[in-house]
């Protein structure tokens, strides 16, 4: 795993001197990692409760590459190379994400735009495979897709069931009815995990697998990530991060994420709805903005605006006033951020799993 590194100045560094260490004598790292529900207030208790799972995602999935590659070696026997994706938000960014800096092709269908759902249907269905993933089990816009490319396999003569592989919470309507259709395989995620925190989960797992990604690389660098995030420590990335999205004084509420050759593509759409759907709650919260190197908001100077670069192991980079620079491997930067986000709801003072 590429070793992660974390530099802040101006505002960024006043926040980590004046948490982190109450953070640390808190036990807050720990406490995360032993899912204690309390961390968030009375409150968020019964949510944060079922919502948890993501801590632990490295070490639960640990057998899922295993599976997924006997999957896709059967997929190959039978003339099958080409993966498409039907799931919405957190069921097709993470995969995005995973697939594109990997380098391998995997074609999204988050959309029920007609001209793209006729594009994805076009293209290779003879040797198409399709991921239909859903949380919930009951995702309108994805089931949609379902449909329709069931429709086009069996117009073309494909036995459609042969093709469909669902991820799916257990015990979902979508889980339910695909055991009764007969499809190829049906994944169960982990139900203790909200969607925006389910990279690491079957969700980001298996389609991104399928299309090629090494995700037992992925799952290693995650789990070496958490073995240091679950520390009670003042170098604790994760505690440094969390520190600077939610407790800047004034509150620096607009966060803007740029990529400065990370070689992690995409990975600031993925924070973005981590952090937005995470931390806008109760009126407060923060403002995720995605952003070009040099781009307006990461020169302006604003005073409500905090810059976070993603950087490269080696990178030699300068950092302006109020910015901060965070290096890592995508599996461990997956797991930093969640951590990050998660405490920072603590430090703002809401429920960072409270839907949506």
């Known amino acids: ?24 004598a808190d036990s807050v790292a720990s406490r995360l990692f032993a899912k204690d529900a309390t961390l968030w207030g009375p409150e968020a208790e019964a949510e944060s409760a079922i919502r948890l799972g993501w801590v632990e995602a490295a ?26 994706l039907c799931g919405m938000g957190g069921s097709s960014l993470a995969p995005e994400v995973i697939t594109a800096t990997a380098g391998v092709e995997l074609t999204v269908l988050d959309s029920t735009d007609p001209t793209q759902v006729r594009a994805a249907v076009s293209d290779r269905l003879e040797r198409t495979a399709v991921v239909v993933s859903s949380k919930s089990g009951s995702t309108l816009e994805t089931d949609s897709q379902r449909r329709i490319f069931e429709a ?39 139900p203790n995990v909200g969607g925006r925190y389910s990279a ?55 966060i803007v994420i740029v990529d400065e050759g990370s070689g992690i593509v995409g990975f600031a759409d993925w924070a973005e709805q981590l952090i937005a759907e995470s931390t806008g709650k109760l009126g407060t919260g923060v403002l995720p903005v ?3 190197p040099n781009s307006p908001e990461t020169t302006s100077g604003a005073a409500d605006v905090l810059v976070v670069r993603l950087v490269s192991e ?32 603590r430090l703002l003072g809401i429920n960072p799993f409270d839907q949506p």
């Not at 070793?3 to 982190?20: D, I, N, P, R, W």
């Not at 006997?70 to 026997?77: G, H, N």
Request: zero cysteines; glycine letters at 8%; aromatic letters at 4%.
């Open 1 to 24: 795993m590429a070793s992660m590194s974390f530099v802040a100045t101006g505002a960024a560094l006043a926040a980590v001197e004046k948490h982190v260490d109450a953070l640390v």
């Open 59 to 84: 070490e639960v999935s640990e057998d899922l590459p295993e599976e997924i590659a006997a999957l896709k070696a059967e997929l190959a026997a039978d003339g099958i190379d080409h993966i498409v």
């Open 152 to 190: 086009e396999f069996t117009a073309a003569g494909i036995d459609a069931a042969s093709r469909i592989i669902i991820v799916t919470d257990p015990g979902s309507p979508l889980d339910a009815a695909s055991r009764e259709a007969g499809y190829r395989r049906i994944f169960n995620a982990d």
């Open 200 to 254: 690491l989960t079957a969700f980001g797992l298996v389609p991104s697998g399928l299309a090629g990604a090494d995700v037992a690389g992925l799952l290693d660098d995650a789990d070496l990530a958490s073995e240091i995030l679950r520390e009670d420590a003042r170098e604790n990335i994760g505690l440094h991060l969390a520190a600077v999205l939610g407790g800047t004084h004034p509150l620096r509420n607009k």
């Open 290 to 292: 995605v952003a070009a």
């Open 314 to 345: 080696d990178a030699d980079i300068e950092l302006a006033e109020n910015e901060v620079a965070i290096s890592g491997s995508l599996g461990a930067q997956m797991m930093v951020w969640e951590f990050a986000t998660a405490v920072a709801g």
